[in-house]
């Protein structure tokens, strides 16, 4: 977990859905902003129930934030091929496709590696916190979900 005070980039991305994502539909909100490799991964599929359970957990201790707080998937998928996929999983969060990866590269959350000599990328599974104006207040860089008690102190310690 690292303090951060960079600005999160412009959102203007297609949902799964068709529908257009952008900055204003953070208004006045706190986001948890979570980076999915592929929503075709198991384990990136399970990782939406996880921050379900985190949003619902978050909310229960503390009603207060439920109005206050959004959480965001980001995942380099594109909407067509999203669209294949079926489930309710799907339903709780915004799921923003990035495909060409830019926003990834912007935030430091592009992993480079060798596959039989060719180098390939994908994003690194990160956490962002913003504020209402998408500056970047904690970043948590490991796989692990921040803990709840964490996220509370840090949204009730902020204006």
């Given amino acids: ?12 991305f297609e949902t799964f859905q068709g529908t ?18 592929s929503l075709f991964s198991k384990k990136d599929q399970h990782r939406i129930w ?3 359970d985190l949003y619902d957990d978050v909310c229960r201790n503390e009603p207060s ?5 959004k959480f965001v998937a980001l995942c380099s998928d594109t909407p067509s091929s999203i669209k294949k996929l079926k489930g309710e999983v799907f339903d709780f969060f ?3 496709s990035i495909p060409d990866k830019k926003l990834f590269e912007q935030v430091g959350a592009l992993r480079t590696f060798s596959f039989f000599n060719i180098k390939a990328s994908e994003p690194a599974r990160k956490t962002f916190l913003l504020d209402p104006n998408r500056v970047i207040l904690w970043t948590w ?3 692990e979900l921040p803990p709840m008690d964490s996220l509370i102190h840090l949204l009730s310690t902020t204006p």
């Fill in 1 to 12: 977990m690292s303090k951060q005070s960079l600005q999160f980039p412009n959102f203007f």
């Fill in 20 to 37: 257009i994502f952008t900055n204003n539909s953070l208004e006045k909100c706190y986001c948890v902003v979570f980076i999915l490799v």
């Fill in 50 to 52: 996880l921050y379900k």
């Fill in 65 to 69: 934030l439920t109005n206050r707080l």
């Fill in 94 to 96: 915004p799921i923003l």
């Fill in 141 to 143: 860089e490991s796989e």
